[in-house]
């Protein structure tokens, strides 16, 4: 079992920045796949961003390239989620995700474990 805790959300003015962090328990290591998703009101839960187990590679959605960066350190079992130049339509709560294995992949079927989320705001 793998538990996920989020931290880090808050309230950012437009063109500010926020850092969230994802720090996982149980069984998991490098080799897990991470995944950021978010999940505004009266929308579908979305992909943000991953970073593939074993060799870290990572995946973006195309409403945050260039401006949002996921890192991971595995001695911490922490990934984190480098939000920069955000934007009213970033608002959302955010979701860290897990799965075992190097199978990087922007559906939310794909991923078994799930933190409670973390509220961001964007204000205008």
């Known amino acids: 079992q793998v538990q996920l805790v989020e931290s880090g959300g808050g309230l950012v003015q437009a063109g500010g920045s926020l850092i969230l962090s994802c720090t996982a328990s149980?069984?998991?290591?490098?080799?897990?796949?991470m995944g950021w998703f978010r999940q505004a009101p009266g929308k579908e839960r979305e992909f943000v961003t991953g970073i593939r187990g074993n060799d870290d590679s990572t995946r973006y959605a195309d409403s945050v390239k260039g401006r949002f960066t996921i890192s991971r350190d595995n001695a911490r079992n922490t990934v984190y989620l480098q939000m920069n130049n955000l934007k009213p339509e970033d608002t959302a709560v955010y979701y860290c995700?897990?799965?075992?294995?190097?199978?990087?992949?922007?559906?939310?079927?794909?991923?078994?474990?799930w933190g409670q989320g973390t509220q961001v705001t964007v204000s205008s």
């Open positions: 995700a897990a799965r075992a294995g190097p199978y990087l992949s922007s559906s939310y079927y794909s991923y078994n474990y």
């Open positions: 149980g069984r998991t290591d490098s080799t897990y796949t």
